[in-house]
Every structure is written in structure tokens, then in C-alpha cells.
């Protein structure tokens, strides 16, 4: 008898443990972008990714021809985050080469690229990280 008190107690440790499990999974605001505060940069937030929110190939600041390459991840947190001041900077007609390194494995050696998003212009600069509006504009401009 002693043995079947085991067994049982231990399947409704299992079952109590996943339910918990599965609440705690669930998202209860039903967000689509989720942010946390980044204690090392003021006023910036990384935005996680969500299915709703993944960096898809036709963004608006995309242009195949752009003289300043992005290399970036769909589900890059910071590369999310960069996505609409890079939208804003679409409206008045700045774009940005995607360079998708998660598609491309030789990105990462042939750039020598060790974080998403990098910018990098043709001459070499680059600029490695979540940039703020005015950060990202500088740079653009200066590689016109």
C-alpha cells in the first residue's frame, strides 16, 4: 500500500508542477511587443521577440542599393528595438542594406561581425549596437 502512496503522490507532483509551468507561460497582458529596461543606456529599452514582431525582408527601411550595410537578425532584440527608429529615418529617406546574418552564416567571418545590429558603411566604419535616433542619423549622413 505504502508503495502505491508513492507513485501517486509523485504523479500529482508532476501534474502540479506542469500546470504551474503552464501558467506562468502564459502571457497574461496578451502583448505582442514585451520591453525591459537596459540599465547601461539611458532612455533605451530592448524590445524581446514575439512571432508579431520579428524583423521580416521587406521593411520600409530597406534598400538593396544603400551605401550603409545593416547586419541584423529577424529575432535580434536590439536589432527589434532599432527597427522602427529605422522607420522613422525611412520617412525621411534614409535606408540601410539588410544584411541578414541569421539567413547568412559567412556574414559573421566575412565582415568580422561579433553582434547584431552592426552598421557598416563601404569605406569600413561601422557602428556596432542599438543606436538612438539622432546616433544612427549622424552616421548615415556622414556616409552619404
Not at 500500500?1 to 502564459?26: D, P, Q, R, Y
Not at 536589432?79 to 559573421?108: F, H
Not at 535616433?133 to 549622413?141: G, H
Request: hydrophobic share 40%.
Amino acid at each position: 500500500m505504502e508503495k502505491n502512496n508513492w507513485v501517486v503522490g509523485l504523479v500529482v507532483l508532476i501534474i502540479i508542477v506542469g500546470l504551474a509551468a503552464w501558467g506562468f507561460g502564459k502571457n497574461k497582458n496578451n502583448a505582442n511587443v514585451i520591453t525591459k529596461a537596459i540599465p547601461t543606456t539611458v532612455g533605451m529599452t530592448e524590445t524581446i521577440p514575439t512571432k508579431d514582431n520579428l524583423i521580416k525582408d521587406n521593411e520600409p527601411y530597406f534598400d538593396a542599393n544603400a551605401t550603409v550595410m545593416e547586419v541584423y537578425q529577424p529575432s535580434c532584440g536590439w536589432c527589434i528595438t532599432e527597427s522602427p527608429i529605422l522607420t522613422d529615418l525611412a520617412k525621411e529617406g534614409y535606408r540601410v542594406k539588410p544584411m541578414n546574418a541569421a539567413a547568412d552564416q559567412t556574414i559573421w567571418t566575412t565582415y568580422k561581425v561579433s553582434g547584431t545590429p552592426t552598421f557598416i558603411a563601404a569605406n569600413g566604419d561601422r557602428l556596432e549596437g542599438a543606436q538612438t535616433k539622432e546616433q544612427l542619423k549622424a552616421f548615415l549622413d556622414s556616409h552619404k
